[in-house]
């Protein structure tokens, strides 16, 4: 069956930390861009981190949102057909659902909002 499950939520205090992993079946994730998106309550649909497609050596190029550059890490494992946020200093305004898609480039994906697979979510809620 090909799909994404991500997993790794919760719930966090403010200044806390998380990694969320997304794992692929029936497909390569090396072989897509790989992005995180978020949605919070009320509000629209956020891209936060992508990773390219691997070159074959190693993590392919990396982005991120202003709203979470410097806390916020992806990171892919082949071998485990797995792709990770670390999620550092973690913010009351990071508390949203979190998604893993997988699709032909990072600008096509935050650009046109295209993807090829789309995981189901993962709630992180960030409270004292």
């Known amino acids: 069956q090909v799909q994404l499950v991500e997993s790794g939520g919760g719930l966090v205090q403010p200044g806390g930390s998380l990694r969320l992993s997304c794992a692929a079946s029936g497909f390569g994730l090396d072989y897509y861009a790989n992005c995180w998106f978020r949605q919070a309550p009320g509000k629209g649909r956020e891209g936060i981190s992508c990773i390219s497609i691997g070159d074959g050596i190693g993590d392919g190029t990396t982005y991120y949102a202003d709203s979470v550059k410097g806390r916020f890490t992806i990171s892919r494992d082949n071998t485990k057909n797995t792709v990770y946020l670390q999620m550092n200093s973690l913010k009351p305004e990071d508390t949203a659902v979190y998604y893993c898609?997988?699709?032909?480039?990072?600008?096509?994906?935050?650009?046109?909002?295209?993807?090829?697979?789309w995981g189901q979510g993962t709630q992180v809620t960030v409270s004292s």
């Open positions: 898609a997988a699709g032909p480039s990072i600008a096509t994906m935050l650009g046109y909002n295209e993807y090829d697979y």
